[in-house]
């Protein structure tokens, strides 16, 4: 059987589950692959019978699977589906879901990565998807229109022969899975772009004019999926980027520990030397770690818990999502190879296990563990692992209130620590260890 013939018996079973049941496709582990690869976008509610959340959105998402197939009525567009995660547990595993409703959109049978956080109501939900099918990349006329794009951005651009050629659909394609990561530009007159495209198809990236880069080709085979994705994606997203209250949401989602640099917001040569290193010690690590540098001022409640203040800045500290870790001395980051040594020691369990069982008082440990402000005030070396007060907003466990009280720190820190940047309820949404 072939490619086509298996999409045309999928999309006429989706068909007709859908008219002939209305709401969305229910997603089961014997029917997902084959859902998720047969249109470009799958949007996917992943819920749970018992929360009062997930059943309130029930038939709102319902409404709208009904609403999205009269009017794309196209095959192998767009699919409403959704994913009971107690019957089908294997897959909310897969796709890391822990709180419920959690929705979640596939382009190409892929995941993104960014989480619908929109409001829940039906014209909400289509706005967000017709926007999701609309083109990704920005057309250019003629060679002129290079010069009037943001020069403050980051582009991969293309110039290519026609716009039914091969390369130019994989190019589509990969801007489609990116296009919340890259800004993607093309041109597809071969005349008109002569001197851009001499020979043949040609992609490249161009940074912004504000780093210190230089325009760089792709040398691989365009029409190569996955290795122009892997490029894009590595061009487009820096090595360090800034976390702030906006984005730590979609950042914690990502699932990796957290290695930040907070710093004043003058503080721009601290920054420089942070992904300087992180360019020169932690290039191969950058699948494990998300490496991020923090205003302190907006960050003041994990400085807190660190035991620091404004005034110890900059600083380093890695967050596991279990535990704070310090980093030793921020002064020593550029030598011997220290940085990448405290990021391997967190994925050895080294700073877990010299946290409990430290090494005798006379010799260094390898790093400065966290510590605990009591309810005097006075700091004790210890490290602190994150409770489930900073969560649900009982104050009385939170040793934050305690510096509020002993009037070390006047000014009220923010309400939430990066663990625990999820989904409030307002949004139907909630972590169930809560």
Known sequence: MSKYQLG?????????????????????SSNIDSILSSYDIVFVNFYANWCRFSQMLDPIYNELADKITKEFPQSGVIAIGKVDCDSDNAISTKYNVNKYPTLKLFRHGIMTKREYRGARQVDAFFDFIRKQIESSIMKLSTPSDLITIDSKKRYIIGHFDDENS????TFTKVASLLRDECNFVASTNKDEFKNERPLTDVVYYRPSETLN???????GSINQQESLIT???EKCIPLVREITFSNAEELTDEGLPFLILFHKADDHQSVALFEREVAKQLLNERSSINCLHADGAQFIHPLQHLGKSMADLPLLAIDSFKH?????????LSKDGKLLEFVKDLHSGKLHREFHNPPPPTQQTSTTTVSSIGDDGDSKSKHIPKTSSLATGDSSSDPMNNIIKSGSHPSSPPESVFVRLTPNRQRYSFRDEL
């Open 8 to 28: 045309s018996i999928i999309f006429f079973v989706s068909y007709y589950l859908i008219f002939v049941n209305g709401g969305a496709i229910q997603l089961t």
């Open 166 to 169: 091969e390369n130019y659909r």
């Open 213 to 219: 880069e230089k325009e760089i080709y792709y040398i």
């Open 231 to 233: 490029w894009s994606r």
């Open 324 to 332: 704070m870790f310090l980093f030793p001395d921020v002064n020593q």
